[in-house]
């Protein structure tokens, strides 16, 4: 079976849908033309404990302090982090 025409996987329309539409608005925006925005493939992964859950809420909050956006996670106004994981960071 497709996922993409499951619906009981919404998010793979999501994602197509938002894959569809930003590259042409952010090239538009960098004034670029012709460059690939997105890699090929998803990037999956199945987090098997609360240790390497952990690990993955780190390394995504901090990818906006990576690029030098922003000197801390917190900063980036489009970071989120349940409350629950809160202490951990």
Not at 6 to 23: A, C, G, W
Not at 41 to 57: A, K, P
Request: hydrophobic fraction near 30%; charge should be negative.
């Amino acid at each position: 079976m497709n996922p993409e025409e499951n619906e009981d996987f919404p998010v793979t329309k999501l994602l197509h849908s938002l894959k569809s539409y930003t590259p042409n608005e952010a090239n538009r925006a960098l004034s670029r033309t012709g460059n690939p925005f997105w890699q090929s493939e998803s990037y999956d992964y199945v987090v098997r404990d609360s240790n390497e859950l952990e690990r993955v809420i780190y390394y995504t909050l901090n990818n906006p302090v990576k690029a030098e956006l922003v000197k801390e996670w917190r900063k980036w106004k489009y970071s989120y982090c349940k409350p629950e994981f809160l202490s951990e960071f």
